[in-house]
């Protein structure tokens, strides 16, 4: 607190020893900490701490608190008026008496495994790419409600062919945010290993996710909606190439791609080897599901051997499954349930020479035949 204000708590060296949580609240100007302190002496087993009301007066003060905490693997920073970090640097004594970018997102968070930003208005983007890379712990980011928000990283630092890889990042939550165009327009290489879960939700002007090598960014999703996704859309039957034998992605929900003629392209129907869910529904011009022209008869025994659950909803023109006779070649052994719903034009799913390809396939009330 400022000296003419008393603060509310005196501490000294050892003061909290065990606290592991903290909220604060700032109203108005108020300061974290007032005064010197050193690295790790206070706070040493805090890991979880949530900022209100951070004015960018005290963002300073704010940034050396949480730079000192060793521990701090949960960050939530909501109802904030922050600046974009890229563009207000201070000098700040340290170490290396170096520029360090200010709060919220210092470079030096390493620790750091979930972050929650949330109403925080006067932010154009969140990190910068050095900021990225330095977030090495970092497995859940959710980011809501920040009506200024255009883009997640920043390319200010001039990143051709660097790369940027969120190396334990698992999930992914972007809501409502009014003005995200993208989750970053650099021209590095974007990875995300581990995402299982990528959650896109009312963000009307978002055009492209990354303009970057998007077979690269999605390889390890477990969960995927394409209608999310404006920019994969286009890219889904001729830009991607995959170069890995087999992509994470289990359940893929493709709904209202107003652009498709056919699902699943054959540039990837032998990369999705562990998909158990596909839902297809309310693509008006779509009339096949999968695409196996290119493929050979002993590559189609490969296709989807682990799919579960097939629904197809609201399909107008499905004529077909697939566009070739794969009479003996093609097995869907793992396939449990099959919903078929508004597809008028669709004359039927299988042929009778396949029905001993699908030992499994129960009748289960509406999950059934």
């Known amino acids: 607190m400022p000296l003419h204000k008393h603060p509310l708590f005196f501490i000294e060296k050892g003061a909290f020893p065990s606290l592991q949580e903290l909220k604060l609240d700032l109203s108005e100007r108020m300061e974290i900490w007032h005064r010197h302190f050193h690295d790790g002496e206070f706070f040493n087993k805090l ?3 949530e900022l209100r009301h951070l004015s960018q007066e005290s963002s300073i003060s704010t940034s050396c608190f949480v730079e000192s905490l060793p521990n701090l693997e949960e960050l939530v920073v909501c109802e904030s008026y922050l600046k974009d970090p890229s563009s207000i640097k201070e000098a700040i004594e340290g170490t290396s008496h170096e520029l360090k970018v ?9 620790h750091l495994q979930s972050l929650d930003v949330s109403l925080c208005d006067g932010l154009s983007n969140l990190f910068t790419p050095t900021i990225a890379e330095n977030l090495v712990a970092l497995t859940k980011l959710k980011i809501s409600n920040c009506r200024i928000l255009t883009e997640v990283i920043s390319d200010e630092e001039g990143g051709e062919g660097h790369v940027v890889a969120f190396n334990q990042l698992k999930y992914m939550e972007l809501d409502r945010l009014a003005r995200l165009r993208c989750f970053s327009s650099g021209g590095y290489t974007l990875m995300f290993p581990l995402l299982e879960d990528i959650i896109v939700n009312r963000c009307p002007k ?5 303009e970057g090598p998007m077979e690269v960014a ?3 999703t477990k969960f995927m909606r394409l209608s999310e996704f404006p920019e994969l859309i286009g890219k889904w039957h001729s830009g991607l190439n995959p170069f890995m034998s087999s992509w994470q992605l289990e359940s893929l929900v493709v709904d209202k791609c107003s652009s498709f003629i056919n699902a699943i392209p054959s540039n990837l129907m032998l990369v999705l080897k562990r998909m158990r869910s596909l839902q297809v529904h309310d693509c008006e011009p779509l009339e096949e599901i999968f695409d196996l022209e290119g493929l050979e008869a002993m590559d189609c025994i490969q296709v989807l051997p682990q799919l579960e659950d097939l629904y197809l909803v609201n399909l107008p023109k499905l004529r077909q499954l697939w566009n070739r006779d794969l009479q003996g070649t093609m097995c869907f052994n793992s396939l449990r349930h099959l919903s078929l719903y508004k597809c ?3 004359r039927h799913a299988f042929v009778p020479s ?3 390809c699908l030992p499994n396939l129960s009748r289960d009330g509406n999950k059934g035949v």
Do not use: Q, W
């Open 47 to 49: 890991r979880f701490l």
């Open 102 to 110: 200010i709060l919220p997102f210092s470079r030096y968070i390493r």
């Open 206 to 210: 978002m055009k492209f996710f990354f």
């Open 218 to 220: 999605f390889v390890g």
């Open 344 to 346: 008028s034009n669709l």
């Open 354 to 356: 396949m029905a001993r």
